[in-house]
């Protein structure tokens, strides 16, 4: 498949000056086909794939796990069945994603060379109330207020640390709330800060691997209430 490059310079990893960092690329992919595309807005995406189908096309993501997420969930809007062919290069805040399968330990070089000759790794999909889907997680309540409210100055230059401290000062202003939780047709109503819904803990961080063994590609969704 010929490789699409999409940079999200919006995501909090990407460098300000990109000029070299997209030449390495191209000099990487000499003489091969591919493409490289710069985003001015997350949605520039819609057009994208309409241009480059995923049936002839691999996606290379140079962003955040946000910038992955939105790719996926407008794939499966648009070619709905389709098994995306996307991989991601990672330049975000958080980079939970390349933690959880080890990506962020190697060298852009490597991630690189693994981004043209491997697999892309199976990653489960959840939709929300027949509407948007989601890849890693869904966060109600206190997590959900920390990756809205958190300032573009800290998400550009906090980078893993961003997260931890908005969440931490979310934390500190979270009220409880009554949450009603049916999982598997057992329901549970209990009042917390928060929901977490990954498709593995290990992407919310450390603090809530309340799943140990939890794949990216197990076919279950893990729940937690944070109380």
Request: with cysteine; aromatic share 8%.
């Amino acid at each position: 498949k010929r490789p699409v490059f999409l940079v999200n310079p919006l995501s909090g990893g990407v460098p300000r000056d990109m000029g070299r960092l997209l030449a390495r690329i191209g000099r990487a992919m000499a003489p091969r086909a591919h493409a490289i595309h710069r985003l001015a807005r997350i949605d520039d995406i819609d057009a994208l794939i309409g241009e480059y189908p995923p049936q002839d096309h691999r996606y290379v993501v140079l962003g955040g796990d946000g910038t992955l997420n939105y790719l996926c969930q407008r794939l499966l809007e648009r070619y709905p069945g389709c098994t995306p062919d996307a991989l991601l290069l990672p330049f975000g805040t958080g980079n939970r994603l390349a933690a959880v399968t080890g990506l962020r330990r190697l060298d852009f070089a490597s991630q690189l060379a693994l981004s043209l000759t491997a697999h892309a790794p199976a990653i489960d999909v959840a939709q929300v109330d027949g509407g948007p889907t989601f890849t890693l997680l869904c966060g109600m309540g206190f997590d959900g207020a920390a990756v809205q409210r958190m300032p573009r100055w800290l998400k550009r230059g906090g980078g893993p640390c961003a997260y931890w401290l908005q969440g931490a000062w979310e934390l500190l202003r979270a009220r409880p709330a009554t949450f009603t939780v049916t999982v598997d047709g057992f329901t549970v109503r209990r009042q917390g800060i928060g929901v977490l819904i990954a498709n593995d803990p290990r992407v919310a961080g450390p603090c809530f691997n309340y799943r140990p063994g939890a794949r990216l590609d197990d076919g279950q969704l893990h729940v937690c209430l944070v109380g």
